[in-house]
Nanobody
């Protein structure tokens, strides 16, 4: 069983910062791309940022210049540093991990952590 445990969510004022962490454990052989998605009430889940095992990152246009994704492969952990937070960043943030097994990619999700940005 693959487990993704997220932490770091909470309530912050606009302009503030938060750092999210997600540690993967269990049957994680073949761990590949990891990333963060978010979902606001009544909205679809969308990609925030993703990072390859080699460290190549991509970001949603809405967070470029404000968020930074990183990973520690030795710890099987991905991070999301969020700066200059805006009320529109309010959402449940989900950690994602893709595992590669004999050419087949399996996508796994964390339970989600709430980020609330007040104006």
């Amino acid at each position: 069983q693959v487990q993704l445990v997220e932490s770091g969510g909470g309530l912050v004022q606009a302009g503030g910062s938060l750092r999210l962490s997600c540690a993967a454990s269990g049957s994680i052989f073949g761990l590949n791309v990891m990333g963060w998605y978010r979902q606001a009430p009544g909205k679809q889940r969308v990609l925030v940022a993703g990072i390859s095992i080699a460290g190549s990152a991509n970001y949603a246009d809405s967070v470029k210049g404000r968020f930074t994704i990183s990973r520690d492969n030795a710890k099987n952990t991905v991070y999301l540093e969020m700066n200059s937070l805006k009320p529109e960043d309010t959402a449940v943030y989900y950690c994602n991990a893709d595992l590669l097994d004999s050419g087949v990619i399996r996508r796994h999700w964390g339970q989600g952590t709430q980020v609330t940005v007040s104006s």
